[in-house]
């Protein structure tokens, strides 16, 4: 067995954020639902130079958090220049997600509701 690829996809203002191919492979171990991107951050000076990524269901709530380490230096220096880097994702999902998806109608109204998915 290989190693899950992560890759880098862009949001529609081309900011680079962490994903995996293909982009919808990664579901929820409790509900089946598409885990979303939630927040990354690529730590300074880490001599293992891992990317911390936290990946979240829109339906449960559940969050999981992975320690990318097949990251190359250039693709950790994108990441940690992005503008979504360190924050917590909220309306820039919406240049993530398809806004028609099921995915982004879950997370749109959580956000209404209470700023936060
Ligand atoms: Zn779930």
Known sequence: MDF???TIC???EGEPYPCTEPTDFLRCPFC????IIHYF???EGDPFGHVDVQL???FCEYVATFGVSTYG?????ALRNSRLHGRVLRYELERILSRDSEEYGMVEER???WGYW
């Open 56 to 58: 979240k269901c829109p």
């Open 4 to 6: 899950l690829r992560w």
């Open 111 to 113: 956000l209404r509701r």
């Open 73 to 77: 230096s250039g693709e950790r220096s």
């Open 41 to 43: 951050f690529v730590p």
């Open 32 to 35: 089946g639902s598409r885990m």
């Open 10 to 12: 862009r949001d529609g």
